[in-house]
């Protein structure tokens, strides 16, 4: 095989992997994060050692009859193994014309993937209970 066949190949394999790796991103943004349940999990960030995430505009889905709010928890991802839980924030001003901020300060520093987890909605950890959310925002630089 020649040198370009073979620089192809890595290439192809190299892509091939990197597809199957669910993505991880610094701060983001998602809008319309709509339709979320108990357990419902967000998309994956790396960090160093801070993260905020943000909820603004928070409805509860078909069900009224609960609290407005909704438990936040953010986890580190760890392969193989179950991964490592941090503080769970309970967010309300997102049901209001405010925005539900939580920070988490103790985030071991390095290249770590984390995500955060809906544990609740209006009390409730079973169930049927959603929540759709506006506008959702993930910091990871406490500087700004």
């Known amino acids: 095989m020649n040198k370009k066949a073979r620089v192809g190949v890595v290439a ?6 990197m597809a199957l790796a669910p993505l991880a991103f610094a ?10 349940g108990v357990n419902a999990e967000s998309q994956r960030w790396s960090d160093g ?3 905020q995430v943000q909820f603004t505009g928070c409805h509860n889905g078909y069900t009224s009859y609960i609290a407005d709010s909704v ?12 991964d490592d839980s941090y503080d769970k924030k309970t ?8 925005t539900s901020n939580g920070e988490w300060s103790e985030i071991p520093t390095g290249t770590a993937q984390y995500y955060f987890q809906i544990m609740a909605i209006g009390g409730k950890t079973v169930g049927g209970p959603t929540v759709d959310v506006e ?3 993930v910091d990871t630089t406490k500087a700004d």
């Open 135 to 137: 506008k959702v925002y």
């Open 71 to 82: 438990d936040v928890q953010v986890w580190r991802v760890i392969n193989n193994w179950p």
């Open 27 to 36: 701060n983001w943004t998602a809008y319309n994060w709509d339709n979320k």
């Open 49 to 51: 050692d801070y993260t």
């Open 12 to 17: 192809v394999a190299t892509t091939g992997l």
């Open 91 to 98: 967010f309300t001003a997102c049901y209001g014309a405010g």
